[in-house]
């Protein structure tokens, strides 16, 4: 690893540990991107590295704020917690036998469907 990397990836962990922080959303809508984009890395590579950092206590102390202000519904969270492990599995399975050209276009085709719902919802 360069120097060089080292601050990109500093960078864009910290900018998504802001985004995920203020917004709500995954670093993934940030850190995926930045890494293929920044740093080379092939689609199933950014997906990959990316699962591999966001472990529970990354977004714990984040919780834990909202948590504090009464804006956590636990029980939804346990729910999605279980479920999200198993869907990750599986999809994991799934992407790895997608072709990277296709990854890529389905990830950035989720990206602008989620853009265009936020930005054209009332």
């Not at 985004?19 to 080379?40: K, N």
């Not at 529970?56 to 479920?83: C, D, E, H, Q």
């Not at 997608?98 to 919802?121: D, T």
């Amino acid at each position: 690893m360069t120097v060089t990397q080292l601050l990109l990836l500093a960078i864009i962990g910290l900018m998504a540990g802001v985004f995920s922080g203020t917004f709500g959303v995954g670093g993934a809508i940030i850190v995926i991107p930045s890494l293929v984009f920044f740093l080379g890395l092939s689609q199933h590579q950014a997906q990959g590295t990316s699962l591999a950092f966001m472990i529970p206590p990354v977004t714990l102390m984040a919780a834990l704020n909202y948590s504090k202000n009464g804006y956590v519904n636990w029980k939804f969270a346990i729910v999605l917690a279980i479920m999200f492990v198993v869907g990750t599995y599986f999809g994991s399975i799934l992407s790895v036998s997608i072709p990277e050209k296709i990854l890529k276009k389905m990830f950035g085709g989720l990206l602008l469907l989620v853009a265009l719902k936020i930005i054209f919802s009332k």
